[in-house]
Every structure is written in C-alpha cells, then in structure tokens.
C-alpha cells in the first residue's frame, strides 16, 4: 500500500521557503509503479495550467506544488 501526498499552497501567496503549505494525503490500495505518472494524472484531473501565471491552480485558487509517494 502506497501514500500519495499532495502538496498545495494557499490562493493568492507566494511560494518561499517559510510558505505555509497544505498537505493532503491519499492512501492507494494498491501498489504503484510510476509515482510520478499517478501524481501527473491526479494532477491533470484536479488543476488546471494558467499560461499567464506559469502554475497549476485549482478550482479554490490554491496552488498545486507538487507530490511525492510513501
């Protein structure tokens, strides 16, 4: 069993060293062979790109930093 955590950054800040960041943690029943790839998909499915702003926001206008597997 894997541990998918989900980094965000609250709407409107700046991403900094001292930034407050969310985490949000999905447990998968199974095994995972690309984490990289799974973080990719959930990310395509909750976020969209801006062009203008070069970051990945979703619909509540926090920041999507990034992910990794535990």
């Known amino acids: 069993?894997?541990?998918?955590?989900?980094?965000?950054?609250?709407?409107?800040?700046?991403?900094?060293?001292?930034?407050?960041l969310n985490l949000i943690y999905l447990t998968l029943p199974k095994e995972i062979n690309n984490c990289f790839q799974v973080i990719d998909d959930v990310r395509e499915n909750i976020a969209t790109y801006?062009?203008?702003?070069?970051?990945?926001?979703?619909k509540d206008g926090r920041q999507f930093i990034g992910g990794m597997c535990v």
């Not at 062009?51 to 926001?57: A, G, P, S």
């Open 50 to 58: 801006n062009d203008e702003t070069n970051k990945w926001l979703l």
């Open 1 to 20: 069993m894997k541990t998918l955590i989900f980094i965000l950054l609250s709407s409107q800040a700046e991403f900094t060293v001292s930034s407050k």
